[in-house]
């Protein structure tokens, strides 16, 4: 082969060998392009995510809010209102008060008055029983202090010591809580002993005991 050729002939691998380069370079510049196009659809993608998310969190952030300020409302309002229910069942009891109050001064009519209180007294008792509110029962029953509050002692054989004589005051339970303590006399310690602990010292005893 004459150098002509020869270096026509290498030219040639030059020109192709540039060519299939510039092919390889340009796929190249593709790839790269692709990457950052999907890196930036990427990117597009998660920001709208977290924008999807911020505004869920914006939602429930106020959606709470609310919840919680008509919690808020709900509880001043049980509060406020609680004893609403017992009010209404009270009223038909004053009701039935002052239409015996309208009576009181008849005095031909006493004995009206006087069963018509009886079962006010009684209707009374019956709703606070429905409430959960029970009258204690304290005459005749052991002094304790957790349910009575002594006033004073009173001496009294009959009945063993510390034992309620009297209730001055009513005590009320609340289900399980007493809500006021029973005020009452209580009795003394008795004497019964020390008597008998007299008669037998005295001359008298001692001289039949001699016989």
């Given at each position: ?5 020869k ?29 950052l ?5 990427k ?9 999807e ?7 429930k ?7 919680k ?36 001064d ?7 008055v ?32 957790a349910?009575h ?13 510390h034992?309620v004589?009297e ?7 609340y ?19 020390n ?12 001289s039949?005991?001699?016989k």
């Amino acid at each position: 082969m004459s150098k002509h050729k020869k270096d026509k002939h290498q030219e040639e691998q030059n020109i192709d060998q540039e060519a299939v380069q510039s092919e390889d370079k340009i796929q190249e510049d593709k790839s790269e392009l692709n990457h950052l196009e999907l890196a930036e659809l990427k990117i597009a993608d998660l920001e709208k995510q977290v924008k999807e998310w911020n505004d869920k969190f914006l939602r429930k952030a106020a959606e709470f809010e609310n919840y919680k300020r008509r919690t808020e409302n709900d509880q001043l309002n049980l509060i406020s209102y609680a004893a609403e229910s017992f009010i209404i069942k009270l009223l038909p009891i004053v009701d039935d008060f002052e239409r015996s109050m309208e009576h009181i001064d008849d005095i031909d009519n006493n004995k009206s008055v006087k069963d018509g209180i009886k079962m006010v007294y009684e209707k009374l008792l019956k709703l606070l029983n429905e409430q959960g509110v029970k009258k204690m029962l304290a005459k005749g029953e052991p002094f304790n202090v957790a349910y009575h509050d002594a006033l004073m002692q009173r001496k009294d054989d009959s009945v063993p010591p510390h034992t309620v004589l009297e209730e001055v005051e009513s005590g009320y339970l609340y289900r399980d809580k007493v809500i006021r303590h029973a005020k009452v006399i209580v009795s003394e310690e008795s004497s019964l002993d020390n008597n008998q602990i007299t008669k037998d010292d005295s001359p008298e005893s001692s001289s039949e005991n001699e016989k």
